[in-house]
């Protein structure tokens, strides 16, 4: 099953502990995209500019990801710098650059337009409204979002909600967005304002999801050392989305497993800079991890 993807590709500036990194390879649809292929094709909907280095564009190919609706056009891609020395929980925003971000307009493919399985990842609002008007019975659609929305784009958001399965937030947003201080009454106001289903992640702590159906929590696979946490969230969301594309069910088991598997893939991401972790990751290696993950958390 393919699975379409709307979100940023960007140039990452990125420093932590361990380390700095400038000019990575990142955006939340490419993160999203570097665990979600390991279960579907992946087709990324995004903009990049002149500046973008055609080996990434190889690099994107040779993990068999669709890039008929990534557009180059003339300007500058979008670009980030960010500091977590302070706390790996959250980074120091120091730059945003929209480049030709600013104005971009997706343009799907006609056979685009049938996917079953949509992401879409935390940009404007309104854009992602426009990309759900374009498909044509998506089975499962969800979304992503950030403070910036919430705040500078209220109306637009909860807007979108309405047309939406799932929806994602980490635990700020989602006790800005419900007014809750408590996560489980905050998963209930947001599931509230249209998605049949909650997640809301929680770093380092696991995550939390919501339905009317059933309701479960699952920790955070335990990493000593953590590099970079950049892409995490979407990481965490292309594993998820990728397992039940691939397995077109949302059955409880089903979800619990979708929930690990984002668990495990977001546990690779943090150990290395960008991508350097997510770039080679196998299946197996997800399974293998997986099976250890079972081991800490089953009794």
């Known amino acids: 099953m393919d699975v379409l993807v709307l979100g940023t590709v960007a140039f990452d500036d990125v420093k932590t502990p361990s380390g700095r990194r400038k000019k990575m390879l990142g955006g939340s649809a490419v993160h999203f995209s570097m665990s979600c292929r390991l279960f579907s094709r992946v087709h990324l909907v995004s903009v990049v500019g002149e500046d973008f280095p055609q080996s990434y564009i190889q690099f994107l190919k040779e993990r ?7 557009a180059i056009v ?34 799907l493919a006609r056979g685009q337009k049938r996917i079953k399985y949509l992401f879409l990842a935390n940009v404007d609002p309104d854009l992602q409204h426009y ?14 979002s950030m403070n910036y929305w919430i705040k500078n784009k209220l109306s637009s958001l909860k807007k979108v909600l309405k047309n939406v399965d799932i929806y994602f937030a980490n635990e700020q947003e989602a006790k800005d967005l419900s007014g809750e201080i408590s996560l489980v009454k905050a998963a209930k106001a947001l599931r509230s304002l249209g998605p049949k289903m909650v997640l809301i992640k929680k770093g380092e702590h696991g995550v939390l999801f919501y339905s009317d159906k059933f309701f479960c929590c699952l ?27 691939r397995r077109q069910s949302l059955e409880l088991p089903v979800i619990k497993n979708a929930l690990a598997f984002g668990t495990i893939a977001a546990s690779f991401n943090v150990q290395g800079f960008g991508l350097e972790r997510t770039a080679s990751l196998t299946l197996g290696e997800l399974k293998k991890r997986m099976q250890e993950f079972k081991s800490y958390v089953c009794f």
Do not use: H
Request: glycine share 10%; with cysteine.
């Open 131 to 144: 990309v759900i008007r374009c498909m044509v019975s998506p089975r499962l659609i969800a979304l992503d």
């Open 219 to 245: 920790p955070a696979f335990p990493v000593a050392k953590i590099v970079d946490p950049t892409g995490a969230g979407d990481t965490f969301a292309g594993g998820f989305m990728g397992y039940l594309s």
């Open 64 to 70: 068999n990801l669709c890039l008929s609706s990534l």
């Open 74 to 107: 003339k300007g500058r891609t979008f670009s980030w710098q960010g500091d977590y020395c302070q706390d790996l929980n959250s980074a120091q925003t120091l730059k945003t650059e929209l480049g030709v971000f600013a104005c971009f307009q997706p343009r």
